[in-house]
T-cell receptor, first 116, second 114 residues
Framework: AQSVTQLGSHVSVSEGALVLLRCNYS??????LFWYVQYPNQGLQLLLK??????LVKGINGFEAEFKKSETSFHLTKPSAHMSDAAEYFC??????????????FGQGTILTVHP | EADIYQTPRYLVIGTGKKITLECSQT?????MYWYQQDPGMELHLIHY???????EKGDLSSESTVSRIRTEHFPLTLESARPSHTSQYLC?????????????FGSGTRLTVV
């Protein structure tokens, strides 16, 4: 079985500050990991994904995430927040094999607020 | 352009009415999913399908039903809408080829039952 925990349901930063959204996972098999972003009244859009290649993954809009197996973490970062980054962010995990392959389990979501 | 489409985007309807939320994808994906999401809240899987004539209930119990008669089409139906059904409904699809690249989501249908 696999699960995802996003630490902090709400994160608030100032424009230009570092964005750090935390995600920890548990998985019985090596995982695939994803971050999605959801703007108000929209569906989810893929930001980036880790599928067992490079541990530092770069995504769209200047976001990146690092897979740390020893910490079972996949935190999302952006060096400088922009007002347009305000949205809800979801971390998700899939097993890379077995019965959990191709089945996403989502975290609870983190709402990011960016202040001027 | 390959994509996944949901209609309508917004729907306000009276209690007791029958409604169908449409979801279509042009990517030829075998797997399709319906999620229910309240504003600012987590996603709850309510139905999924791994192919034509295959449908399963998800983790969250729902009074809705789904069908999968064609690969590209996965509609969700509520026989008698109630205010408790007010929510956002998200449709998604995925491919199960040699690599898994995650789900592609539609823009959602925001349903309000009055």
């Amino acid at each position: 079985a696999q699960s995802v925990t996003q630490l902090g349901s709400h994160v608030s930063v100032s424009e230009g500050a570092l964005v750090l959204l935390r995600c920890n996972y548990s998985s019985s098999v090596p995982p695939y990991l994803f971050w999605y972003v959801q703007y108000p009244n929209q569906g989810l859009q893929l930001l980036l994904k880790y599928t067992s290649a490079a541990t530092l993954v770069k995504g769209i809009n200047g976001f990146e995430a690092e897979f740390k197996k020893s910490e079972t973490s996949f935190h999302l970062t952006k060096p400088s927040a922009h007002m347009s980054d305000a949205a809800e962010y979801f971390c998700a995990v899939s097993g890379a094999g077995g019965t959990s392959y191709g089945k996403l389990t989502f975290g609870q979501g983190t709402i990011l607020t960016v202040h001027p | 352009e390959a994509d996944i489409y949901q209609t309508p985007r917004y729907l306000v309807i009276g209690t007791g009415k029958k409604i169908t939320l449409e979801c279509s994808q042009t990517m030829g994906h075998d797997k399709m999913y319906w999620y229910q999401q309240d504003p600012g809240m987590e996603l709850h899987l309510i139905h999924y399908s791994y192919g034509v004539n295959s449908t399963e209930k998800g983790d969250l119990s729902s009074e809705s039903t789904v069908s999968r008669i064609r690969t590209e089409h996965f509609p969700l139906t509520l026989e008698s809408a109630r205010p408790s059904h007010t929510s956002q409904y998200l449709c998604a699809s995925s491919d199960m080829g040699q690599a898994f690249y995650g789900y592609t989501f539609g823009s959602g249908t925001r349903l309000t039952v009055v």
